[in-house]
């Protein structure tokens, strides 16, 4: 086809090189939905939040943005009710916190927050809208290539540069309350949601949780750089119960079940280690170097 436009265009006698391929005979191929990274720090932020949740007992509505967290929409997490383009998951949240019962939260990544989610941020604090906004931090753009942005110190041209700190920007907007977690510090992670979610509900205004660590990508290309190694880890086979918790409900992509035992694939971990918190019986243990 594309020779044939070609030809076309060019008014030439372009031959085609390539023997055409006879489409029903090709092999059928099992389908592979996009999923995030083996290690990608989103992972952790929608599972601590969904563990709140749940503790809380409440049914959020989800509004989403454009990034690599709009795979949240996906199951294990299927926490995004609606996605339209960049920097509006924080508008949507303005407008459905006013007639909803339930809590509204906002997803919204780093660089689309410094993009194009500050003047709605600043226009929910202006309306007092009621929302939980999730601002995932993994230090770069990661979606579209690992380009910085005002919050990674760095210029295009790779020179360093004053780093804004997107808590500070929240509380300049009006935010009152401003948190910080690190993902992969499961524990402090739901409780801090936890406690985000009660103030949501008692003070009935805008709050923000930053969630803070580096694309996975970033950290294994550094770490190969330098030559470190990165953390592996083993299942003990008589601690695991088959629960499948790490794959049915944290859905590590590195960890699949065989023989009803879990079993986590060298070639895919990048040794984040959170599925050391998931396991409910302490089944995942680091392999020493």
């Known amino acids: 086809i594309v020779v044939d436009v070609l030809r076309a265009f060019f008014k030439s006698n372009l031959k085609a090189t390539a023997t055409p391929v006879d489409l029903p005979k090709k092999p059928i191929i099992p389908p592979r939905p996009p999923v995030l990274c083996p290690g990608c720090p989103h992972r952790a932020t929608f599972y601590a939040l969904k563990r709140a949740v749940g503790i809380l007992k409440l049914k959020p509505v989800y509004t989403g943005?454009?990034?690599?967290?709009?795979?949240?929409?996906?199951?294990?997490?299927?926490?995004?009710?609606?996605?339209?383009?960049?920097?509006?998951?924080?508008?949507?949240?303005?407008?459905?916190?006013?007639?909803?019962?339930?809590?509204?939260?906002?997803?919204?990544?780093?660089?689309?927050?410094?993009?194009?989610?500050?003047?709605?941020?600043?226009?929910?604090?202006?309306?007092?809208?009621?929302?939980?906004?999730?601002?995932?931090?993994?230090?770069?753009?990661?979606?579209?290539?690992?380009?910085?942005?005002?919050?990674?110190?760095?210029?295009?041209?790779g020179s360093t540069t004053a780093s804004i700190r997107i808590e500070d920007l929240a509380k300049a907007c009006g935010v009152d309350y401003v948190y910080t977690i690190d993902p992969f510090n499961l524990e402090d992670s739901t409780n801090t949601f936890r406690k985000a979610l009660k103030t949501l509900i008692d003070y009935k205004k805008p709050i923000v949780v930053v969630s803070r660590r580096e694309c996975v990508l970033i950290t294994v290309s550094r770490a190969r750089r330098e030559g470190r190694r990165l953390p592996k880890f083993r299942v003990d086979v008589d601690k695991c119960t088959g629960c499948s918790v790490c794959t049915r409900i944290f859905g590590c992509p590195a960890i699949s079940i065989v023989e009803e035992k879990a079993v986590i694939d060298d070639t895919l971990c990048t040794g984040c280690g959170v599925c050391l918190q998931v396991c409910p019986y302490k089944a995942i243990y680091e392999v020493e170097a």
């Open 65 to 157: 943005d454009i990034g690599c967290y709009t795979l949240g929409v996906l199951p294990p997490y299927e926490m995004t009710d609606t996605t339209i383009c960049m920097g509006a998951s924080i508008g949507l949240a303005n407008g459905l916190s006013k007639f909803q019962k339930n809590p509204v939260i906002a997803f919204i990544g780093d660089s689309t927050f410094f993009h194009s989610g500050i003047p709605s941020l600043i226009n929910a604090v202006y309306n007092d809208s009621p929302m939980l906004v999730v601002i995932m931090d993994n230090r770069t753009t990661a979606m579209t290539g690992h380009q910085p942005h005002p919050g990674t110190g760095v210029r295009a041209d």
